[in-house]
């Protein structure tokens, strides 16, 4: 038994099969640009709070220190009880 369809229903069939394909497509170009947007404002928001924020990373310096002040450091931080200088595991 075979199926039978004018040429006006086929033609009709093919337009809106098209046109669901085209609204598809602009729907996925759409939600692309729009989460690519909030991506990029999400940044721009995590910057504009950095710059408002103080952290300690802010004040960080970096300074030279010989190794016997070193060992004291770590001597007094872990209350380490044995002579300066000694291998410190």
């Known amino acids: 038994m075979k199926c039978i ?31 690519t947007i909030k991506i990029n404002q999400n940044e721009i928001d ?7 924020t103080v952290t300690l990373n802010d004040f960080t310096v970096e300074y030279r220190i010989k190794h016997k002040t070193w060992l004291e450091f770590f001597a007094v931080k872990h209350n380490y009880k044995g002579k300066l200088g000694e291998r410190l595991t």
């Open 5 to 35: 369809q004018s040429e006006e229903d086929l033609s009709v069939k093919k337009f809106f099969a098209n046109f669901y394909i085209t609204l598809g497509f602009l729907s996925m170009i759409f939600f692309n640009e729009l989460f």
């Open 46 to 52: 995590y910057k504009q709070w950095d710059n408002k």
